[in-house]
């Protein structure tokens, strides 16, 4: 009886203070908006936490990292090490701009140490709003959930017009191509999605190739 009592007011107290948490929403969305101030339109680049130094999307990420701060780009990724600090670590080393959307987690994700603008945040949904709101594409290295959450959050967006078109890049032929795959020949193929959803995307290896599509891209839409 005791137990199903505190159980009751344990619900009780967090209800009366879930309606707080709306100040802590608005002040990750209004640290996000000025974290951006006076900061070069963005491109954000995804890819596992858990990859390795010196593996060789390591280096691909730290290549394209660099080549998009040569460009004047600001980098942004979530912060964090593997692929996201390969990332930031390309874009300190071309002396460019890189913002971190580090999430607090349980594990509690260390950022990197490439950061030259770092923005904490506890909710998803608030970080997720940045890396889209400033950026003028998106690059996405092989990774887990986190970034086929990132990808899919850009097509949903896109595809449904609640975003003007912007660059998806998929790096990694090899590490995407059983995905694709499953699209056409599945989801495609039972009608879940169009034939021009598949042009949403694009799949290119090549840092140099990366950055030229992104740029090539915005020549012709402004």
Known sequence: MQKKRRKKLEIKEKAELDPWKIFRIMSEFVDGF?????????????????MK??????????????????????VITGGGPGAMEAANRGAMEAKGRSVGLNIELPSEQKHNAYITNLLSFQYF????????????????????FGTMD????????IQTGRSEKFPVILVGKE????????????????????????????????????????????????
Request: hydrophobic share 45%.
């Open 53 to 74: 130094r010196g593996t060789k999307y390591y280096k691909v990420a730290r290549r394209i990292g660099y080549l998009i701060a040569k460009e004047g780009f600001t």
């Open 175 to 222: 590490y995407w191509q059983g995905m694709i795959d499953w699209l056409k020949d599945t989801v495609l193929k039972v009608d879940h999605i169009v034939a021009e959803d598949m042009k949403l995307f694009k799949i290119i290896d090549d840092p140099v190739d990366v950055v030229e599509t992104i740029k090539k891209f915005y020549k012709q839409h402004t």
């Open 125 to 144: 949904f608030c970080r997720k709003v940045m890396f889209v709101k400033h950026a003028f594409a998106f690059v996405i290295l092989p990774g887990g």
């Open 34 to 50: 000025e974290g951006f101030n006076d900061l070069a339109p963005g491109v954000s680049i995804f890819g596992s936490s858990r």
């Open 150 to 157: 990132e990808l899919y959050e850009a097509l949903t967006l």
